[in-house]
T-cell receptor, first 114, second 113 residues
Framework: EAGVVQSPRYKIIEKKQPVAFWCNPISGHNTLYWYLQNLGQGPELLIRYENEEAVDDSQLPKDRFSAERLKGVDSTLKIQPAELGDSAVYLC????????????FGPGTRLTVL | AQSVTQPDIHITVSEGASLELRCNYSYGATPYLFWYVQSPGQGLQLLLKYFSGDTLVQGIKGFEAEFKRSQSSFNLRKPSVHWSDAAEYFCAVGAQAGTALIFGKGTTLSVSS
């Protein structure tokens, strides 16, 4: 069974530039999460989707961050414009929410903003 | 509010020695508890989980954890550490299925020869 796929794995951009991250969850997992992991910290939720609906986006900085999950499968997280403080690892996870809260994580995208 | 505390930022253990990583949580109801491991440049891999039932749970790679409700703890143990166990370990707590996990800040494990 394929795991959670994320791309790109690494991204380096200049501040004020836009950037996008892509996530493909495990097949059949209806819940998708985007987490932010700063250096030396545990992951923190940015947004959670149930199918195509964003059910928890309270921690998403909506002035510069946006996300979508078209057709309830793949998801894209965008930052525009990026700031120096956005340098972090962006993790995508998925779960089969009707069963357990066991979440499966992708390898993450490491963003560096210069 | 839900929270997870991992008191030890960094632990060094000799190869072959036993290991215990501490985790304390704050949660209003019976929590779902998890331990994840993260190697450099990698995502998080689930080691084990507790939902209900037997309070001693077995996981992958020879790890186990014990849920102690009275102490609000979920400590991770391994009887004999291998050099490949060097990594970052995260304890997490969650509510019912489909909700976000709350993570601790992690414990970095180094293994000396």
């Amino acid at each position: 069974e394929a795991g959670v796929v994320q791309s790109p794995r690494y991204k380096i951009i200049e501040k004020k530039q836009p950037v996008a991250f892509w996530c493909n969850p495990i097949s059949g997992h209806n819940t998708l999460y985007w987490y932010l992991q700063n250096l030396g910290q545990g992951p923190e939720l940015l947004i959670r989707y149930e199918n195509e609906e964003a059910v928890d986006d309270s921690q998403l900085p909506k002035d510069r961050f946006s996300a979508e999950r078209l057709k309830g499968v793949d998801s894209t997280l965008k930052i525009q414009p990026a700031e120096l403080g956005d340098s972090a690892v962006y993790l995508c996870a998925s779960s089969l929410s009707l069963v357990t809260n066991e979440q499966f994580f992708g390898p993450g995208t490491r963003l560096t903003v210069l | 509010a839900q929270s997870v505390t991992q008191p030890d930022i960094h632990i060094t253990v000799s190869e072959g020695a036993s290991l215990e990583l501490r985790c304390n949580y704050s949660y209003g109801a019976t929590p779902y508890l998890f331990w994840y491991v993260q190697s450099p440049g990698q995502g998080l891999q689930l080691l084990l989980k507790y939902f209900s039932g037997d309070t001693l749970v077995q996981g992958i790679k020879g790890f186990e954890a014990e849920f102690k409700r009275s102490q609000s703890s979920f400590n991770l143990r391994k009887p004999s550490v291998h050099w490949s166990d060097a990594a970052e370990y995260f304890c997490a707590v969650g509510a019912q299925a489909g909700t976000a996990l709350i993570f601790g800040k992690g414990t970095t494990l180094s293994v000396s020869s």
